[in-house]
């Protein structure tokens, strides 16, 4: 097969796991066309960049044009996960690819009945377009990512786990970068012709997820039991009477799907792939044991994170042209630099500091190709006073919510030592309004107050939402501060 034969056209690759299989395409040295929304994304090393709206069908076209293969890792509502794939299966059927492989990366929804999952209902849609339309396809079917339950719903500093079931339920798991890995694997295999392939990385039970944490942690794991599977399903059905958007239920329904046995995988075909060692679940579950650098570290080093969307977040750009960024400015959790970047195109002295080596070598590097001028430091945001003098404006985005109890203390104690009197705080974080347990701790107002009532006068806290990489959002408090402690009796910090 000559290397013409061999393009794949990549769509929804900048996403935690469109990233990685990005990166697996290329260690297998196919060439790769990255589908991109036009204006948004900065040069790949070694891939063609193909700007493009799901809604051109000419654009789509010209993408196509010429690839062997569509691989498809979209994500989000119906207008992408939908409409967008089947304007890319359009595309992809106009120009004559050999194989088609949707974004599915899921538990076996073919076996759901609709309404079972509104998101798999998306997928259920494209998945009978994509039978229909004749072109030779692979579903890609794992159960559900590793890191969800080890990122998303243990709580590692109280060491619980809240459960539905008895506890013995076998649930299919598989780590992302291992889903990369089998679709980079199968995308030519002519093994996994019109197939839906079936893969786990290891079939779990709450039960062993409790006997792998003590084991990796020596912390015995507190199980909370929540009820029944039956109950679990009432409660979804009361959820949805109610609800404002899917988001607030719909993870339930996931776990629902798996819990009930409904969405099992019935044959695994792992042996059809032994170059594939999956990782196992006590594998993910001690690198998120590790210190929080390395965790964060680990998350830029393999792909593009949830909240790195390659922008200011929505509600600090809206500080930032309302003015109210001054001074010498500091990006507590900076990230690869965006906040801190915006900061000084407004010819801002800008200070960013993160635990993630990676994101902030790639923090330097958008500073240099935007000829902006900001300095980046790898530390410990709970060690601020290191970073010498005293900041008059700190932007927090997405740290506060990180940290426990303990650490939240030392980190509002930090910003004490880091902020001058009269200095303002913005911190963006998680709101108690977000539904589920998905991604980091929930943040009462009352918590923000309590936390800040030493030395702090609290002006506003506003809802607002954090975006992320998928574009599903979460609901956020923005909360304004000001330092009071060491000013002079009677005077005015605004």
């Given at each position: 097969?000559?290397?013409?034969?061999?393009?794949?056209?990549?769509?929804?690759?900048?996403?935690?796991?469109?990233?990685?299989?990005?990166?697996?395409?290329?260690?297998?040295?196919?060439?790769?066309?990255?589908?991109?929304?036009?204006?948004?994304?900065?040069?790949?090393?070694?891939?063609?960049?193909?700007?493009?709206?799901?809604?051109?069908?000419?654009?789509?076209?010209?993408?196509?044009?010429?690839?062997?293969?569509?691989?498809?890792?979209?994500?989000?509502?119906?207008?992408?996960?939908?409409?967008?794939?089947?304007?890319?299966?359009?595309?992809?059927?106009?120009?004559?690819?050999?194989?088609?492989?949707?974004?599915?990366?899921?538990?076996?929804?073919?076996?759901?009945?609709?309404?079972?999952?509104?998101?798999?209902?998306?997928?259920?849609?494209?998945?009978?377009?994509?039978?229909?339309?004749?072109?030779?396809?692979?579903?890609?079917?794992?159960?559900?990512?590793?890191?969800?339950?080890?990122?998303?719903?243990?709580?590692?500093?109280?060491?619980?786990?809240?459960?539905?079931?008895?506890?013995?339920?076998?649930?299919?798991?598989?780590?992302?970068?291992?889903?990369?890995?089998?679709?980079?694997?199968?995308?030519?295999?002519?093994?996994?012709?019109?197939?839906?392939?079936?893969?786990?990385?290891?079939?779990?039970?709450?039960?062993?997820?409790?006997?792998?944490?003590q084991a990796v942690t020596g912390r015995p794991l507190e199980l909370q039991r929540m009820g029944s599977v039956d109950d679990l399903r009432q409660?979804?059905?009361?959820?949805?009477?109610?609800?404002?958007?899917?988001?607030?239920?719909?993870?339930?329904?996931?776990?629902?799907?798996?819990?009930?046995?409904?969405?099992?995988?019935?044959?695994?075909?792992?042996?059809?792939?032994?170059?594939?060692?999956?990782?196992?679940?006590?594998?993910?579950?001690?690198?998120?044991?590790?210190?929080?650098?390395?965790?964060?570290?680990?998350?830029?080093?393999?792909?593009?994170?949830?909240?790195?969307?390659?922008?200011?977040?929505?509600?600090?750009?809206?500080?930032?042209?309302?003015?109210?960024?001054?001074?010498?400015?500091?990006?507590?959790?900076?990230?690869?630099?965006?906040?801190?970047?915006?900061?000084?195109?407004?010819?801002?002295?800008?200070?960013?500091?993160?635990?993630?080596?990676?994101?902030?070598?790639?923090?330097?590097?958008?500073?240099?190709?935007?000829?902006?001028?900001?300095?980046?430091?790898?530390?410990?945001?709970?060690?601020?006073?290191?970073?010498?003098?005293?900041?008059?404006?700190?932007?927090?985005?997405?740290?506060?919510?990180?940290?426990?109890?303990?650490?939240?203390?030392?980190?509002?104690?930090?910003?004490?030592?880091?902020?001058?009197?009269?200095?303002?705080?913005?911190?963006?974080?998680?709101?108690?309004?977000?539904?589920?347990?998905?991604?980091?701790?929930?943040?009462?107002?009352?918590?923000?107050?309590?936390?800040?009532?030493?030395?702090?006068?609290?002006?506003?806290?506003?809802?607002?939402?954090?975006?992320?990489?998928?574009?599903?959002?979460?609901?956020?408090?923005?909360?304004?501060?000001?330092?009071?402690?060491?000013?002079?009796?009677?005077?005015?910090?605004?």
């Amino acid at each position: 097969m000559s290397t013409r034969d061999e393009t794949i056209l990549l769509a929804g690759g900048t996403g935690q796991l469109g990233s990685r299989i990005l990166r697996r395409l290329l260690d297998k040295g196919y060439p790769v066309r990255l589908l991109v929304r036009p204006g948004r994304t900065p040069p790949v090393a070694g891939v063609e960049l193909v700007e493009a709206d799901l809604a051109d069908a000419r654009a789509l076209d010209a993408a196509a044009r010429g690839a062997a293969a569509v691989i498809s890792a979209l994500n989000g509502g119906p207008e992408v996960a939908v409409d967008g794939q089947l304007a890319l299966l359009a595309a992809a059927q106009r120009q004559g690819v050999r194989r088609f492989i949707p974004s599915d990366y899921a538990l076996d929804y073919f076996q759901l009945d609709y309404g079972d999952n509104v998101f798999l209902d998306y997928r259920k849609r494209v998945a009978e377009a994509v039978e229909a339309s004749g072109i030779d396809h692979t579903f890609v079917l794992i159960g559900g990512f590793m890191e969800n339950v080890v990122y998303r719903r243990l709580d590692f500093a109280k060491n619980r786990l809240a459960y539905w079931g008895s506890g013995d339920e076998p649930v299919d798991m598989t780590a992302i970068d291992d889903v990369a890995r089998l679709v980079a694997e199968a995308i030519f295999d002519p093994r996994a012709s019109n197939r839906r392939l079936t893969f786990a990385g290891e079939v779990v039970t709450t039960h062993g997820i409790a006997a792998d944490y003590q084991a990796v942690t020596g912390r015995p794991l507190e199980l909370q039991r929540m009820g029944s599977v039956d109950d679990l399903r009432q409660t979804i059905e009361k959820t949805k009477a109610a609800a404002r958007s899917p988001l607030e239920y719909v993870f339930a329904q996931y776990a629902w799907a798996q819990l009930s046995q409904k969405g099992k995988l019935r044959t695994l075909m792992n042996e059809e792939y032994p170059q594939i060692r999956p990782l196992r679940l006590r594998d993910v579950m001690a690198q998120a044991a590790t210190p929080s650098a390395g965790r964060f570290d680990a998350f830029y080093a393999s792909g593009t994170p949830p909240w790195d969307i390659g922008r200011p977040q929505g509600a600090f750009l809206a500080l930032a042209e309302a003015g109210a960024l001054r001074g010498r400015v500091l990006d507590a959790g900076c990230g690869t630099g965006e906040h801190a970047l915006m900061a000084a195109a407004r010819g801002l002295e800008v200070t960013g500091i993160d635990a993630a080596a990676r994101a902030i070598d790639s923090a330097i590097t958008k500073a240099k190709s935007r000829g902006l001028t900001a300095r980046f430091v790898v530390g410990d945001a709970l060690e601020l006073a290191s970073l010498g003098g005293q900041f008059d404006t700190v932007l927090d985005c997405g740290l506060f919510h990180v940290f426990g109890d303990e650490e939240r203390a030392r980190y509002v104690e930090s910003l004490g030592a880091a902020v001058a009197p009269g200095g303002r705080l913005f911190v963006l974080c998680f709101s108690e309004l977000q539904p589920g347990t998905l991604g980091p701790r929930r943040v009462t107002q009352a918590e923000l107050r309590a936390a800040f009532a030493a030395g702090w006068r609290v002006d506003t806290i506003d809802a607002a939402r954090i975006e992320t990489v998928d574009g599903s959002g979460a609901a956020a408090w923005c909360a304004a501060l000001t330092r009071i402690r060491g000013l002079p009796s009677g005077s005015d910090p605004s």
